[in-house]
């Protein structure tokens, strides 16, 4: 058994260890037009957004793309700041559109109590509360 395990291990070790065959340029400019072929149509949406009212934060997420073009935006909270910022990205590179800050506070504030609301487009909804019956357990989760 340790000899096969040996042999298989030393075929992995040189077929590694071979340069990696050169791509000739028509396998290239095949790559490179399949590549601006799925750029040019790519299309996605996506959302996410965490309240929790037991940590006291928020985060949200928002994005779509439309072929070469993203645009998205995400904010949060953390018991000192609210934040919000929107982007750009596409043939020029990535740009903040907006970025808005204000201070909120002077830090989180535990609440044992709360209840915390996590929500996706991928995902669905639920919530989760702090288990007090068990000290193993910090998270109890009861689906919304």
């Known amino acids: 058994m340790y000899k096969f395990v040996l042999i298989a291990s030393l075929l992995v070790a040189v077929c590694m260890a071979a340069p990696p065959r050169e791509e000739t340029e028509a396998e290239k400019l095949e790559r490179e037009e399949y590549e601006n072929y799925q750029n040019e149509n790519a299309h996605y949406s996506f959302n996410s ?49 907006k970025d808005e800050m204000e201070e909120a506070g002077n830090g989180p504030v535990f609440n044992p109590e709360g209840q915390a609301v996590v929500e996706g487009s991928l995902i669905g909804k639920y919530s989760i509360k702090l288990d007090k019956t068990d000290d193993e357990k910090h998270y109890k989760d009861i689906h919304a």
């Open 49 to 97: 957004q965490v309240d929790d009212n037991i940590n006291d934060g928020q985060i949200s997420r928002t994005e779509e793309r439309e072929g070469g073009t993203v645009r998205g935006s995400y904010s949060y909270f953390d018991g000192y700041v609210k934040r919000r910022v929107e982007y750009i990205a596409d043939k020029n590179g990535y740009r903040v559109l």
